[in-house]
């Protein structure tokens, strides 16, 4: 999972290489605690003082260019990378969203089989501009889901609008798209934590994917120039032609090891296990909008609602 990390994030924040439960946590410059992914509460300040200087000679990083996937709308957590979005129908003046990564809550990992709905939450965020540059503190009222059980996803309600975000700060959500991805498309992980952009494509997809105690299903793999590290865990995979969210990032196998934590393993219908070391992943996201109605509240009972419930 792809958190932050000092040496092998045991949570490379699930998305992209990140984190795990390969949960893709961002590598922590002064030390992270290596057991939950979690980072020192200045952690966040040393990245945003340093971070511009740092990674720009890695492959696989691009610079957001004109007319290009930018982080306007992307968030900063402690520990991962998220992004506000909206449902395809989602009003201006509902309470914005905030996507992240199961293994990237505050409260650490959901256990296998637990799913978690509707709970207290006054988790922060810092929103970016199109540059980058963080422009305001957004904070949850509500974490309205989470799990790493076929997917490892949670998303928070703000205490603000679509609208007041967008008049305070000229910033929109991004959308999440209801359509399966293809393979073959170009994307961008776009990473909050560490101000970087990731552009790719879709190599494919594995049919279950292990990683520790977790199961997921359907994953995207990234082909190889999405390289991404510990604390992308959350990022938004935006798919580069329409700039809609197709995936939330969440791990990568680091080590080239067999379905342990940071070292995550396809599985075929026929249960045959394949290792890509140096390869990342991330969890579609096009099964949640389905599950959201009127005013972006959640109702797991809706009609084509396919997500795990509780």
């Known amino acids: 999972m792809r958190k932050p990390l000092v040496v092998a994030l045991c949570a490379l924040a699930l998305a992209g290489a990140g984190a795990t439960p390969a949960v893709a946590a961002a590598p922590s410059p002064t030390g992270a605690d290596t057991t939950t992914g979690a980072v020192p509460t200045t952690l966040t300040d040393v990245v945003d003082d340093t971070v511009g200087t740092v990674a720009d000679t890695l492959s696989g990083l691009t610079a957001p260019k004109a007319g290009a996937v930018n982080f306007a709308g992307t968030v900063s957590l402690s520990n991962c990378s998220g992004s506000v979005v909206r449902m395809p129908d989602s009003a201006a003046d509902d309470p914005a969203l905030v996507l992240t990564n199961g293994h990237c809550l505050e409260s650490g990992f959901p256990a296998p089989g637990q799913v978690l709905v509707d709970r207290a939450s006054s988790r922060s965020f810092g929103l970016l501009n199109s540059s980058g540059a963080k422009v305001a503190t957004l904070r949850a009222d509500r974490l309205v889901y989470a799990t790493m059980t076929d997917t490892d996803a949670a998303i928070y309600r703000l205490g603000t609008t679509y609208a007041q975000i967008k008049s305070a700060y000229g910033i929109d959500p991004l959308t999440l798209s209801d359509v399966r991805p293809a393979a073959g498309t170009a994307i961008s992980v776009v990473s909050g934590y560490w101000k970087r952009i990731y552009t790719c494509s879709i190599d494919g997809f594995a049919y279950r994917m292990k990683e520790g105690d977790w199961t997921w299903k359907d994953s995207v793999r990234y082909t190889s120039a999405c390289n991404t590290i510990g604390g992308t865990s959350g990022s938004p995979v935006v798919d580069s032609a329409t700039g ?18 940071n070292n995550p393993c396809e599985v075929d219908e026929n249960g045959v296990v394949t290792v890509r070391k140096g390869i990342n992943y991330a969890q579609q996201t096009y099964l949640f909008p389905a599950c959201f109605g009127v005013d972006n509240r959640l109702e797991l009972s809706a009609s084509g609602c396919a997500v795990p419930k509780p």
């Open 244 to 261: 809609q969210v197709v995936a939330v990032n969440n791990t990568g196998n680091e080590d080239g090891e067999r379905c342990t934590v």
